[in-house]
Protein backbone atom coordinates (compact mmCIF):
# COMPACT_ATOMS: atom_id res chain seq x y z
CA UNK A 1 0.00 0.00 0.00
CA UNK A 2 1.25 3.59 -1.17
CA UNK A 3 0.53 6.84 -0.26
CA UNK A 4 -0.45 7.49 -3.94
CA UNK A 5 -2.89 5.05 -4.17
CA UNK A 6 -6.76 4.83 -4.02
CA UNK A 7 -6.74 2.06 -1.32
CA UNK A 8 -4.90 4.04 0.97
CA UNK A 9 -6.44 7.63 0.95
CA UNK A 10 -9.98 6.59 0.16
CA UNK A 11 -9.96 3.44 2.35
CA UNK A 12 -7.03 3.23 4.75
CA UNK A 13 -6.49 6.55 6.00
CA UNK A 14 -9.80 8.02 6.44
CA UNK A 15 -11.22 5.31 8.31
CA UNK A 16 -7.70 4.93 10.51
CA UNK A 17 -8.04 8.82 11.03
CA UNK A 18 -11.56 8.38 12.29
CA UNK A 19 -10.50 5.54 14.74
CA UNK A 20 -7.61 7.26 16.36
CA UNK A 21 -9.00 11.10 16.48
CA UNK A 22 -11.92 9.16 18.30
CA UNK A 23 -9.46 7.08 20.28
CA UNK A 24 -9.10 8.10 24.01
CA UNK A 25 -5.52 9.36 25.40
CA UNK A 26 -3.31 5.91 25.77
CA UNK A 27 -5.70 3.97 23.23
CA UNK A 28 -4.36 5.94 20.57
CA UNK A 29 -0.80 4.13 20.81
CA UNK A 30 -2.64 0.96 20.23
CA UNK A 31 -4.80 2.27 17.11
CA UNK A 32 -1.43 3.04 15.66
CA UNK A 33 0.31 0.39 16.35
CA UNK A 34 -2.52 -2.28 14.91
CA UNK A 35 -3.02 -0.11 11.69
CA UNK A 36 0.46 -0.01 11.11
CA UNK A 37 0.86 -3.57 11.22
CA UNK A 38 -1.93 -3.76 8.79
CA UNK A 39 -0.31 -0.83 6.73
CA UNK A 40 2.60 -3.35 6.05
CA UNK A 41 0.89 -6.58 6.42
CA UNK A 42 -1.29 -5.46 2.97
CA UNK A 43 2.12 -5.72 1.06
CA UNK A 44 4.01 -7.94 3.23
CA UNK A 45 2.12 -10.18 5.01
CA UNK A 46 4.24 -12.99 6.04
CA UNK A 47 7.32 -10.19 6.98
CA UNK A 48 5.25 -8.47 9.37
CA UNK A 49 6.31 -11.10 11.53
CA UNK A 50 9.81 -10.23 11.10
CA UNK A 51 9.36 -6.67 11.50
CA UNK A 52 8.00 -7.95 14.88
CA UNK A 53 11.19 -10.21 16.09
CA UNK A 54 13.15 -7.00 15.12
CA UNK A 55 10.39 -5.13 17.43
CA UNK A 56 10.83 -7.73 20.40
CA UNK A 57 14.55 -8.22 19.75
CA UNK A 58 15.37 -4.78 20.44
CA UNK A 59 13.28 -4.06 22.99
CA UNK A 60 14.45 -7.32 25.21
CA UNK A 61 17.84 -5.72 24.30
CA UNK A 62 17.18 -2.56 25.42
CA UNK A 63 15.78 -3.38 28.97
CA UNK A 64 19.20 -5.93 29.50
CA UNK A 65 21.54 -2.83 28.22
CA UNK A 66 20.07 -0.01 31.29
CA UNK A 67 19.96 -3.86 34.06
CA UNK A 68 23.58 -4.29 33.06
CA UNK A 69 24.69 -0.91 32.69
CA UNK A 70 27.82 0.31 33.47
CA UNK A 71 28.99 -4.20 33.54
CA UNK A 72 30.75 -5.98 30.47
CA UNK A 73 27.19 -7.70 30.36
CA UNK A 74 25.93 -4.41 28.47
CA UNK A 75 28.09 -4.43 26.08
CA UNK A 76 27.30 -7.95 25.27
CA UNK A 77 23.83 -6.87 25.01
CA UNK A 78 24.46 -4.28 22.72
CA UNK A 79 27.00 -6.22 20.38
CA UNK A 80 24.14 -8.97 20.12
CA UNK A 81 22.07 -6.70 18.91
CA UNK A 82 23.72 -5.09 16.38
CA UNK A 83 24.69 -8.58 15.05
CA UNK A 84 21.55 -9.65 15.03
CA UNK A 85 20.32 -7.01 13.41
CA UNK A 86 23.02 -6.67 10.80
CA UNK A 87 22.96 -10.43 9.93
CA UNK A 88 18.91 -10.39 9.32
CA UNK A 89 19.38 -7.09 7.27
CA UNK A 90 22.13 -8.59 5.08
CA UNK A 91 20.57 -12.40 4.61
CA UNK A 92 17.91 -10.94 3.31
CA UNK A 93 19.22 -8.48 1.24
CA UNK A 94 22.97 -9.02 0.22
CA UNK A 95 22.51 -13.70 0.30
CA UNK A 96 21.36 -13.68 -3.58
CA UNK A 97 24.45 -11.03 -3.95
CA UNK A 98 26.94 -12.80 -2.73
CA UNK A 99 25.89 -15.87 -3.94
CA UNK A 100 25.96 -15.06 -7.36
CA UNK A 101 29.12 -13.50 -7.03
CA UNK A 102 30.82 -16.68 -5.89
CA UNK A 103 29.54 -18.13 -8.47
CA UNK A 104 30.63 -16.04 -11.03
CA UNK A 105 34.73 -15.99 -9.56
CA UNK A 106 34.33 -19.51 -8.95
CA UNK A 107 32.14 -21.01 -11.79
CA UNK A 108 30.14 -23.16 -8.83
CA UNK A 109 25.91 -23.36 -9.70
CA UNK A 110 24.84 -22.92 -6.17
CA UNK A 111 21.31 -21.83 -6.31
CA UNK A 112 19.93 -18.72 -5.10
CA UNK A 113 17.90 -18.20 -2.34
CA UNK A 114 15.18 -15.95 -4.85
CA UNK A 115 13.93 -13.99 -1.18
CA UNK A 116 11.92 -11.01 -2.16
CA UNK A 117 13.46 -7.88 0.12
CA UNK A 118 11.27 -6.95 2.90
CA UNK A 119 10.08 -3.49 2.43
CA UNK A 120 11.12 -1.01 4.57
CA UNK A 121 13.77 -3.48 6.40
CA UNK A 122 17.23 -1.27 5.77
CA UNK A 123 15.31 1.92 7.53
CA UNK A 124 13.43 0.21 10.67
CA UNK A 125 16.73 -2.01 11.42
CA UNK A 126 18.75 1.14 11.39
CA UNK A 127 15.72 2.85 13.46
CA UNK A 128 16.12 -0.19 16.37
CA UNK A 129 19.90 -0.38 16.15
CA UNK A 130 20.36 3.49 16.95
CA UNK A 131 17.94 2.80 19.82
CA UNK A 132 19.80 0.36 21.06
CA UNK A 133 23.04 2.16 20.80
CA UNK A 134 21.53 5.24 22.33
CA UNK A 135 20.52 3.24 25.34
CA UNK A 136 24.14 2.07 25.89
CA UNK A 137 24.92 5.43 25.91
CA UNK A 138 22.85 6.98 28.09
CA UNK A 139 21.21 9.26 25.95
CA UNK A 140 17.99 7.60 26.33
CA UNK A 141 16.40 5.38 29.01
CA UNK A 142 15.07 1.72 28.07
CA UNK A 143 11.47 1.71 27.04
CA UNK A 144 9.45 -0.60 29.66
CA UNK A 145 6.01 -0.62 27.15
CA UNK A 146 6.41 -3.03 24.75
CA UNK A 147 3.36 -1.20 22.81
CA UNK A 148 4.78 1.83 22.98
CA UNK A 149 8.37 0.62 21.28
CA UNK A 150 6.06 -1.42 19.12
CA UNK A 151 4.59 2.13 18.10
CA UNK A 152 8.14 4.14 17.47
CA UNK A 153 9.66 1.38 15.21
CA UNK A 154 6.50 0.42 13.19
CA UNK A 155 4.58 4.12 12.76
CA UNK A 156 3.17 3.75 9.12
CA UNK A 157 3.80 7.06 7.89
CA UNK A 158 7.74 6.62 8.01
CA UNK A 159 8.02 3.06 8.52
CA UNK A 160 8.67 2.69 4.41
CA UNK A 161 10.89 5.01 3.42
CA UNK A 162 11.82 7.47 6.16
CA UNK A 163 12.89 9.63 7.41
CA UNK A 164 14.83 7.44 9.73
CA UNK A 165 13.72 8.11 12.94
CA UNK A 166 15.53 8.12 16.13
CA UNK A 167 14.06 7.00 19.41
CA UNK A 168 15.43 10.41 21.13
CA UNK A 169 13.12 11.92 18.49
CA UNK A 170 9.81 10.72 19.61
CA UNK A 171 10.15 9.49 22.57
CA UNK A 172 8.17 12.16 24.97
CA UNK A 173 5.72 12.23 22.13
CA UNK A 174 5.06 8.50 22.45
CA UNK A 175 3.55 9.46 25.94
CA UNK A 176 2.60 12.63 26.07
CA UNK A 177 1.38 14.48 22.44
CA UNK A 178 -1.15 17.02 21.64
CA UNK A 179 -3.05 17.23 18.61
CA UNK A 180 -4.59 20.30 17.51
CA UNK A 181 -6.42 22.01 14.23
CA UNK A 182 -3.45 23.83 13.50
CA UNK A 183 -1.01 20.78 13.47
CA UNK A 184 -3.57 18.61 11.66
CA UNK A 185 -4.15 21.47 9.26
CA UNK A 186 -0.06 22.57 8.65
CA UNK A 187 0.27 17.76 8.27
CA UNK A 188 -2.59 18.56 5.66
CA UNK A 189 -0.83 20.93 3.58
CA UNK A 190 2.46 18.96 3.66
CA UNK A 191 1.06 15.37 2.47
CA UNK A 192 -0.73 17.58 -0.24
CA UNK A 193 2.54 19.13 -1.54
CA UNK A 194 4.63 15.77 -0.92
CA UNK A 195 1.58 13.78 -2.76
CA UNK A 196 2.04 16.61 -5.97
CA UNK A 197 5.90 15.89 -5.79
CA UNK A 198 5.50 12.08 -5.90
CA UNK A 199 2.42 12.39 -9.06
CA UNK A 200 2.58 15.56 -10.70
CA UNK A 201 6.14 15.26 -11.43
CA UNK A 202 8.29 12.79 -10.71
CA UNK A 203 6.02 10.48 -11.93
CA UNK A 204 5.78 11.99 -15.43
CA UNK A 205 9.70 12.64 -15.25
CA UNK A 206 10.08 9.00 -14.47
CA UNK A 207 8.47 8.30 -18.27
CA UNK A 208 11.32 10.22 -19.63
CA UNK A 209 13.82 7.97 -18.39
CA UNK A 210 11.62 4.63 -18.46
CA UNK A 211 11.94 5.51 -22.55
CA UNK A 212 15.50 6.90 -22.55
CA UNK A 213 17.05 4.01 -20.50
CA UNK A 214 15.71 1.25 -22.80
CA UNK A 215 16.94 2.79 -25.81
CA UNK A 216 20.31 1.19 -27.02
CA UNK A 217 23.23 3.58 -25.79
CA UNK A 218 25.67 3.50 -28.65
CA UNK A 219 22.70 4.94 -30.74
CA UNK A 220 21.60 8.06 -28.80
CA UNK A 221 22.78 11.91 -28.69
CA UNK A 222 24.56 13.64 -26.33
CA UNK A 223 21.22 15.66 -25.75
CA UNK A 224 18.82 12.50 -25.51
CA UNK A 225 21.51 10.87 -22.38
CA UNK A 226 21.53 14.04 -21.04
CA UNK A 227 17.63 14.57 -20.89
CA UNK A 228 17.39 10.85 -19.61
CA UNK A 229 19.70 11.42 -16.70
CA UNK A 230 18.52 14.97 -16.13
CA UNK A 231 15.21 13.31 -15.95
CA UNK A 232 15.80 10.88 -13.57
CA UNK A 233 17.51 13.19 -11.36
CA UNK A 234 14.44 14.99 -11.27
CA UNK A 235 12.40 11.88 -10.83
CA UNK A 236 14.28 10.62 -7.62
CA UNK A 237 14.33 13.58 -5.90
CA UNK A 238 10.58 14.66 -5.98
CA UNK A 239 9.73 10.86 -5.68
CA UNK A 240 11.70 10.68 -2.36
CA UNK A 241 11.25 14.08 -0.97
CA UNK A 242 7.88 13.81 -1.58
CA UNK A 243 7.43 10.34 0.61
CA UNK A 244 9.19 12.45 3.24
CA UNK A 245 6.69 15.33 2.98
CA UNK A 246 4.05 12.98 3.10
CA UNK A 247 5.56 11.03 6.23
CA UNK A 248 6.17 14.57 7.96
CA UNK A 249 2.45 15.60 7.17
CA UNK A 250 1.29 12.28 8.22
CA UNK A 251 3.51 12.86 11.64
CA UNK A 252 1.72 15.56 12.02
CA UNK A 253 -1.37 14.47 11.41
CA UNK A 254 -1.17 11.93 14.46
CA UNK A 255 0.78 14.32 17.35
CA UNK A 256 4.56 13.66 16.22
CA UNK A 257 7.35 15.78 14.51
CA UNK A 258 9.78 13.78 12.71
CA UNK A 259 13.04 15.34 11.30
CA UNK A 260 13.41 17.08 8.26
CA UNK A 261 14.69 14.89 5.52
CA UNK A 262 15.62 17.09 2.58
CA UNK A 263 16.91 20.84 2.64
CA UNK A 264 17.10 21.82 -1.69
CA UNK A 265 19.97 18.89 -2.09
CA UNK A 266 19.90 20.61 -6.03
CA UNK A 267 21.22 24.30 -5.00
CA UNK A 268 24.48 23.02 -3.13
CA UNK A 269 27.56 24.31 -4.55
CA UNK A 270 30.09 21.44 -3.15
CA UNK A 271 29.09 17.96 -2.64
CA UNK A 272 29.68 18.30 0.92
CA UNK A 273 26.78 20.59 0.85
CA UNK A 274 25.00 18.29 -1.03
CA UNK A 275 25.22 15.58 1.62
CA UNK A 276 24.02 18.19 4.18
CA UNK A 277 20.65 18.32 2.49
CA UNK A 278 20.39 15.20 0.39
CA UNK A 279 18.67 11.80 2.77
CA UNK A 280 19.22 14.25 5.96
CA UNK A 281 18.14 11.26 8.53
CA UNK A 282 20.45 8.57 6.88
CA UNK A 283 23.52 11.36 6.97
CA UNK A 284 23.37 11.75 10.37
CA UNK A 285 22.53 8.45 10.94
CA UNK A 286 26.32 7.22 9.33
CA UNK A 287 27.69 10.37 10.92
CA UNK A 288 26.32 9.71 14.57
CA UNK A 289 27.79 5.81 14.27
CA UNK A 290 29.51 5.16 12.11
CA UNK A 291 31.72 8.22 10.97
CA UNK A 292 32.16 9.80 14.99
CA UNK A 293 33.09 6.36 16.74
CA UNK A 294 35.72 5.57 13.87
CA UNK A 295 37.11 9.11 15.18
CA UNK A 296 35.75 11.48 12.53
CA UNK A 297 37.83 14.14 11.79
CA UNK A 298 39.99 13.92 15.26
CA UNK A 299 43.03 11.97 14.56
CA UNK A 300 44.28 13.91 11.67
CA UNK A 301 43.34 14.42 7.65
CA UNK A 302 44.57 10.98 6.65
CA UNK A 303 42.19 9.09 9.24
CA UNK A 304 39.33 11.51 8.41
CA UNK A 305 39.87 10.22 5.00
CA UNK A 306 39.90 6.49 5.57
CA UNK A 307 37.13 7.41 7.80
CA UNK A 308 35.13 8.75 4.83
CA UNK A 309 35.65 6.08 2.49
CA UNK A 310 34.13 3.46 4.72
CA UNK A 311 31.05 5.41 5.44
CA UNK A 312 30.66 6.33 1.91
CA UNK A 313 31.18 2.27 1.03
CA UNK A 314 28.75 1.69 3.55
CA UNK A 315 26.32 3.87 2.50
CA UNK A 316 26.49 2.42 -0.91
CA UNK A 317 25.55 -0.74 0.19
CA UNK A 318 22.70 0.31 2.36
CA UNK A 319 20.99 1.40 -1.06
CA UNK A 320 21.33 -2.21 -2.31
CA UNK A 321 22.89 -5.29 -3.51
CA UNK A 322 25.13 -4.67 -6.76
CA UNK A 323 28.39 -3.35 -6.99
CA UNK A 324 26.42 -0.13 -8.94
CA UNK A 325 25.56 1.24 -5.84
CA UNK A 326 29.72 0.56 -4.54
CA UNK A 327 30.50 2.22 -7.09
CA UNK A 328 28.01 5.10 -6.62
CA UNK A 329 29.27 5.69 -3.11
CA UNK A 330 33.11 5.56 -4.07
CA UNK A 331 32.45 8.32 -6.20
CA UNK A 332 30.87 10.42 -3.81
CA UNK A 333 33.87 9.53 -1.35
CA UNK A 334 36.29 10.42 -3.71
CA UNK A 335 35.00 14.15 -4.29
CA UNK A 336 33.84 14.33 -0.52
CA UNK A 337 37.74 13.49 -0.06
CA UNK A 338 39.36 15.65 -2.03
CA UNK A 339 36.89 18.49 -0.81
CA UNK A 340 38.49 17.87 2.47
CA UNK A 341 41.83 17.75 1.18
CA UNK A 342 41.74 21.07 -0.56
CA UNK A 343 39.02 21.47 -3.13
CA UNK A 344 36.37 22.56 -0.52
CA UNK A 345 38.93 25.39 -0.15
CA UNK A 346 38.91 26.10 -4.02
CA UNK A 347 35.28 25.95 -4.23
CA UNK A 348 34.45 29.09 -1.48
CA UNK A 349 36.78 30.88 -3.59
CA UNK A 350 35.21 31.06 -6.83
CA UNK A 351 31.56 32.44 -7.70
CA UNK A 352 28.85 30.07 -5.88
CA UNK A 353 26.94 29.59 -9.62
CA UNK A 354 30.25 27.60 -10.41
CA UNK A 355 30.08 25.34 -7.56
CA UNK A 356 26.27 24.71 -7.89
CA UNK A 357 27.29 23.62 -12.00
CA UNK A 358 30.32 21.69 -10.42
CA UNK A 359 27.88 19.95 -7.91
CA UNK A 360 25.49 18.92 -10.56
CA UNK A 361 27.93 17.29 -13.22
CA UNK A 362 28.96 15.34 -10.19
CA UNK A 363 25.14 14.32 -9.01
CA UNK A 364 24.14 13.41 -12.23
CA UNK A 365 26.90 11.19 -13.08
CA UNK A 366 26.36 9.91 -9.61
CA UNK A 367 23.04 8.91 -10.76
CA UNK A 368 23.84 6.55 -13.83
CA UNK A 369 25.53 4.54 -11.68
CA UNK A 370 22.51 4.44 -9.27
CA UNK A 371 20.29 3.64 -11.70
CA UNK A 372 21.41 1.37 -14.32
CA UNK A 373 22.68 -2.33 -12.70
CA UNK A 374 25.52 -3.62 -15.00
CA UNK A 375 28.74 -1.94 -15.96
CA UNK A 376 28.40 -2.37 -19.65
CA UNK A 377 24.84 -0.21 -18.94
CA UNK A 378 26.73 2.35 -17.05
CA UNK A 379 29.85 2.53 -19.18
CA UNK A 380 28.03 2.57 -22.21
CA UNK A 381 25.55 5.67 -21.05
CA UNK A 382 28.76 7.35 -19.56
CA UNK A 383 29.74 7.10 -23.18
CA UNK A 384 26.68 8.36 -24.78
CA UNK A 385 27.02 11.81 -22.29
CA UNK A 386 30.32 11.79 -23.32
CA UNK A 387 29.34 11.73 -27.16
CA UNK A 388 31.12 8.60 -27.59
CA UNK A 389 27.89 7.80 -29.91
CA UNK A 390 29.11 10.82 -32.58
CA UNK A 391 25.92 13.15 -32.30
CA UNK A 392 25.45 15.65 -30.08
CA UNK A 393 21.95 16.45 -30.76
CA UNK A 394 19.31 14.32 -33.06
CA UNK A 395 15.53 14.50 -33.70
CA UNK A 396 14.45 12.31 -30.79
CA UNK A 397 16.56 14.49 -28.39
CA UNK A 398 15.01 17.59 -29.74
CA UNK A 399 11.61 16.30 -29.81
CA UNK A 400 11.87 14.51 -26.20
CA UNK A 401 13.40 18.44 -25.11
CA UNK A 402 10.29 20.07 -26.44
CA UNK A 403 8.10 17.42 -24.81
CA UNK A 404 9.26 17.84 -21.76
CA UNK A 405 10.38 21.17 -21.86
CA UNK A 406 7.80 22.95 -19.65
CA UNK A 407 7.95 20.27 -16.95
CA UNK A 408 11.56 20.44 -16.80
CA UNK A 409 11.33 24.17 -16.11
CA UNK A 410 8.50 23.50 -13.39
CA UNK A 411 10.86 20.60 -11.93
CA UNK A 412 14.04 23.44 -12.26
CA UNK A 413 12.06 25.56 -10.10
CA UNK A 414 10.71 23.70 -7.99
CA UNK A 415 13.92 22.04 -6.33
CA UNK A 416 15.12 25.70 -5.59
CA UNK A 417 13.48 27.21 -2.35
CA UNK A 418 11.47 30.50 -4.37
CA UNK A 419 8.24 29.40 -3.98
CA UNK A 420 8.84 28.54 -0.22
CA UNK A 421 10.73 31.97 0.17
CA UNK A 422 7.61 33.50 -1.65
CA UNK A 423 4.84 32.13 0.77
CA UNK A 424 7.35 32.63 3.75
CA UNK A 425 7.45 36.85 2.64
CA UNK A 426 3.80 36.54 1.42
CA UNK A 427 2.84 35.05 5.17
CA UNK A 428 4.92 37.70 6.91
CA UNK A 429 3.93 40.95 5.00
CA UNK A 430 2.41 43.50 6.75
CA UNK A 431 0.04 44.77 4.05
CA UNK A 432 -3.11 43.70 3.32
CA UNK A 433 -2.93 42.87 -0.05
CA UNK A 434 -0.12 40.21 1.08
CA UNK A 435 -1.75 38.60 3.82
CA UNK A 436 -4.96 38.42 1.35
CA UNK A 437 -2.98 36.47 -1.24
CA UNK A 438 -0.67 34.40 1.36
CA UNK A 439 -4.31 33.16 2.84
CA UNK A 440 -5.94 32.46 -0.64
CA UNK A 441 -3.22 30.69 -1.60
CA UNK A 442 -3.16 28.64 1.54
CA UNK A 443 -6.60 27.44 0.97
CA UNK A 444 -6.40 26.66 -2.19
CA UNK A 445 -3.09 25.71 -3.43
CA UNK A 446 -3.43 22.21 -1.55
CA UNK A 447 -7.03 21.12 -1.98
CA UNK A 448 -5.77 21.99 -6.24
CA UNK A 449 -2.60 20.01 -5.83
CA UNK A 450 -4.56 16.91 -3.50
CA UNK A 451 -7.37 16.94 -6.77
CA UNK A 452 -4.87 17.04 -9.58
CA UNK A 453 -2.91 14.86 -8.02
CA UNK A 454 -5.80 12.47 -7.47
CA UNK A 455 -6.58 13.11 -11.27
CA UNK A 456 -2.97 11.60 -11.88
CA UNK A 457 -3.09 8.23 -9.56
CA UNK A 458 -6.52 7.60 -11.08
CA UNK A 459 -5.79 7.84 -14.35
CA UNK A 460 -2.19 5.87 -13.72
CA UNK A 461 -0.68 2.33 -13.30
CA UNK A 462 0.85 1.36 -9.90
CA UNK A 463 3.92 3.22 -10.04
CA UNK A 464 5.62 2.69 -6.21
CA UNK A 465 8.31 5.10 -4.48
CA UNK A 466 11.98 4.24 -5.86
CA UNK A 467 13.18 3.92 -2.25
CA UNK A 468 10.83 1.09 -1.54
CA UNK A 469 13.20 -1.20 -2.90
CA UNK A 470 15.87 -0.48 -0.31
Known amino acids: MVFSSVVFLFRFLPIFLVLYYLAPGRMKNFILFLGSLFFYAWGEPIYVLLMLFSTVLDYIHGLLIERFRGRGAAKVALCSSCLINLLVLGFFKYADFLIGSVNAVTGLSIPLLNLPLPIGISFYTFQTMSYTIDVYRGEVKAQRNLLDFGVFVTMFPQLIAGPIVKYRDVETRLHNRKITVVSVSSGMKRFCIGMAKKVLLANNLGQLWTEVSAMDFQKISVLTAWLGILAFAFQIYFDFSGYSDMAIGLG ?9 NFNYPYISASITEFWRRWHISLGSWFREYVYIPLGGNRKGLLKQMRNILIV ?6 WHGAGWN ?10 FLILEKWFLGGVLRTIPRAIGVIYS ?6 SWVFFALESPGQILGYLKAMAGFAGRLTDRLGLYLGSEYGVLFLIAAVAVTPLFGNLARRLGKSRTGLGIAVYRLGEKIVPPALLLLSIAGIVDASYNPFLYFRF
Open 252 to 260: EMLGFRFPE
Open 325 to 334: FLLWGLWFAI
Open 360 to 365: WAIVLV
Open 312 to 317: WMLTGI
